[in-house]
């Protein structure tokens, strides 16, 4: 590389959990940079999570919920695609953790604006309930993934 490699952005803790992870949850989730909008969102997704989730008397806490949720959306391995004299293989290769967190958070978003429920609100709770029990499209998305590195196995020794 020519150039020095860009300096790592540090992003500030959420006001209402004091967590990293939460702010670039909602970065993601923001549309036109209405960032309290965003919050409004994903708070008000947790406390129904909550809700949909707190039946009797146990208590649940919808952080948990959903650290638990894209723990199951972040795959281990992707395919990236790689020239070889002409042919074009897909070769598959471990996800750096910063990458993996990103893959997460934006297919559990990306798969959230396409449920069919009325607000974000539901729609994002939703699959955020579905990802935490290991189901929905997010997690599918991963599952998808890892089958085609698994496939592609064979052109592991392709790796740069």
């Given at each position: 590389?020519?150039?020095?490699?860009p300096?790592?952005?540090?992003?500030?803790?959420?006001?209402?959990?004091?967590?990293?992870?939460?702010?670039?949850?909602?970065?993601?989730?923001?549309?036109?940079?209405?960032?309290?909008?965003?919050?409004?969102?994903?708070?008000?997704?947790?406390?129904?999570?909550?809700?949909?989730?707190?039946?009797?008397?146990?208590?649940?806490?919808?952080?948990?919920?959903?650290?638990?949720?894209?723990?199951?959306?972040?795959?281990?391995v992707?395919?990236?695609?790689?020239?070889?004299?002409?042919?074009?293989?897909q070769?598959?290769?471990?996800?750096?953790?910063?990458?993996?967190?990103?893959?997460?958070?934006?297919?559990?978003?990306?798969?959230?604006?396409?449920?069919?429920?009325?607000t974000?609100?539901?729609?994002?709770?939703?699959?955020?309930?579905?990802?935490?029990?290991?189901?929905?499209?997010?997690?599918?998305?991963?599952?998808?993934?890892?089958?085609?590195?698994?496939?592609n196995?064979?052109f592991?020794?392709?790796?740069?």
């Amino acid at each position: 590389m020519r150039k020095a490699k860009p300096k790592k952005r540090y992003v500030l803790p959420d006001p209402k959990f004091s967590d990293v992870l939460v702010t670039k949850f909602v970065n993601n989730l923001m549309l036109e940079g209405k960032k309290s909008i965003a919050y409004s969102i994903f708070y008000d997704a947790l406390d129904l999570v909550e809700e949909r989730l707190g039946k009797g008397e146990e208590k649940v806490n919808g952080l948990e919920i959903w650290k638990k949720a894209l723990g199951n959306v972040m795959p281990a391995v992707e395919v990236k695609s790689r020239r070889v004299g002409g042919a074009t293989f897909q070769v598959p290769t471990e996800v750096r953790p910063a990458r993996k967190e990103s893959l997460g958070i934006k297919w559990l978003i990306k798969y959230a604006r396409g449920r069919n429920e009325r607000t974000m609100v539901e729609r994002l709770a939703g699959e955020i309930i579905a990802a935490s029990k290991g189901e929905g499209s997010a997690v599918k998305k991963k599952d998808d993934t890892h089958r085609m590195a698994e496939a592609n196995k064979a052109f592991s020794h392709f790796r740069f």
